[in-house]
Protein backbone atom coordinates (compact mmCIF):
# COMPACT_ATOMS: atom_id res chain seq x y z
CA UNK A 1 0.00 0.00 0.00
CA UNK A 2 1.26 3.55 -1.11
CA UNK A 3 0.31 6.58 1.21
CA UNK A 4 0.17 10.03 -1.03
CA UNK A 5 0.04 13.03 0.81
CA UNK A 6 1.15 16.93 0.13
CA UNK A 7 2.56 19.15 3.35
CA UNK A 8 3.18 22.65 2.37
CA UNK A 9 5.15 22.16 -1.22
CA UNK A 10 6.39 18.80 -0.93
CA UNK A 11 4.62 15.14 -1.82
CA UNK A 12 5.18 12.59 0.83
CA UNK A 13 4.86 8.75 -0.19
CA UNK A 14 5.17 6.27 2.07
CA UNK A 15 4.67 2.56 1.62
CA UNK A 16 3.88 -0.23 3.83
CA UNK A 17 4.67 -3.83 3.54
CA UNK A 18 3.22 -6.05 5.64
CA UNK A 19 3.99 -9.73 5.07
CA UNK A 20 2.76 -12.69 6.83
CA UNK A 21 1.35 -15.83 7.09
CA UNK A 22 -1.76 -16.30 8.57
CA UNK A 23 -4.51 -19.13 9.82
CA UNK A 24 -8.38 -18.42 9.40
CA UNK A 25 -9.98 -20.03 12.19
CA UNK A 26 -13.62 -19.97 12.32
CA UNK A 27 -15.44 -21.61 14.36
CA UNK A 28 -18.33 -21.18 16.93
CA UNK A 29 -17.37 -20.13 20.42
CA UNK A 30 -19.46 -21.23 23.77
CA UNK A 31 -18.18 -17.95 25.19
CA UNK A 32 -19.08 -14.19 23.72
CA UNK A 33 -17.59 -11.76 25.79
CA UNK A 34 -15.66 -8.27 25.59
CA UNK A 35 -11.92 -8.66 25.94
CA UNK A 36 -10.59 -5.42 27.18
CA UNK A 37 -7.66 -3.26 26.75
CA UNK A 38 -5.55 -4.93 29.46
CA UNK A 39 -6.31 -8.46 27.96
CA UNK A 40 -5.21 -7.31 24.70
CA UNK A 41 -1.13 -5.65 25.29
CA UNK A 42 -0.99 -9.29 27.25
CA UNK A 43 -1.95 -11.48 24.22
CA UNK A 44 -0.25 -8.80 21.59
CA UNK A 45 -3.32 -8.32 19.86
CA UNK A 46 -3.98 -6.01 17.20
CA UNK A 47 -7.73 -5.56 16.45
CA UNK A 48 -9.35 -4.41 13.44
CA UNK A 49 -12.77 -3.63 13.66
CA UNK A 50 -13.61 -2.14 10.08
CA UNK A 51 -12.00 -6.06 9.07
CA UNK A 52 -14.03 -7.67 11.88
CA UNK A 53 -10.82 -9.73 12.68
CA UNK A 54 -7.78 -10.22 15.68
CA UNK A 55 -4.26 -10.53 14.98
CA UNK A 56 -2.03 -11.71 17.45
CA UNK A 57 1.71 -13.93 17.72
CA UNK A 58 1.42 -17.53 18.48
CA UNK A 59 4.43 -20.20 18.33
CA UNK A 60 3.14 -22.38 15.83
Request: proline share 5%; hydrophobic share 50%.
Amino acid sequence: MVITTVIGNFTVKHILVDQADFIVVAAPSVDNFIIGCPMLNKLQAIVSTSHLVMKFPSSD
